[in-house]
């Protein structure tokens, strides 16, 4: 099992960059297919970003050359590094891990085991 704990998440302008970090404990993280995901007020769950197990990466089309996911070597962390960030990217976001071969990375219906979230708001 992994247990996951986000963190990064602030309010910052439009334009700007943030990185969020996603720590994981117990088993390493490259048991998992890892994703972040954001939920806005009033709006259901999206797919931001997803980093598999054989190291390939899927982003969703609204983030793409903005976001980048990635892990560091110790297999502790996940991150997702925001750059030019718009007013529409402000939600609450959420790491997330399933040990199973997912069909859509994108989709969290997959993932089993869930960080708490951390508020990312972007003031135009």
């Known amino acids: 099992q992994v247990q996951l704990v986000e963190s990064g998440g602030e309010s910052v302008q439009s334009g700007g960059s943030l990185r969020l970090s996603c720590g994981a404990s117990g088993d390493p993280i490259s048991y998992y297919c890892m994703g972040w995901f954001r939920q806005a007020p009033g709006k259901e769950r999206e797919g931001v970003a997803n980093?598999?197990?054989?190291?390939?990466?899927t982003y969703a089309d609204s983030v793409k050359g903005r976001f980048t996911i990635s892990k560091d070597n110790a297999e502790t962390t996940l991150y997702l590094q925001m750059n030019s960030l718009k007013a529409e990217d402000t939600a609450m976001y959420y790491c997330?891990?399933?040990?199973?071969?997912?069909?859509?990375?994108?989709?969290?219906?997959?993932?089993?085991?869930w960080g708490q979230g951390t508020q990312v708001t972007v003031s135009s």
């Open positions: 980093f598999d197990t054989d190291n390939t990466t």
């Open positions: 997330a891990a399933t040990g199973t071969v997912v069909a859509w990375p994108l989709e969290g219906r997959d993932y089993h085991y």
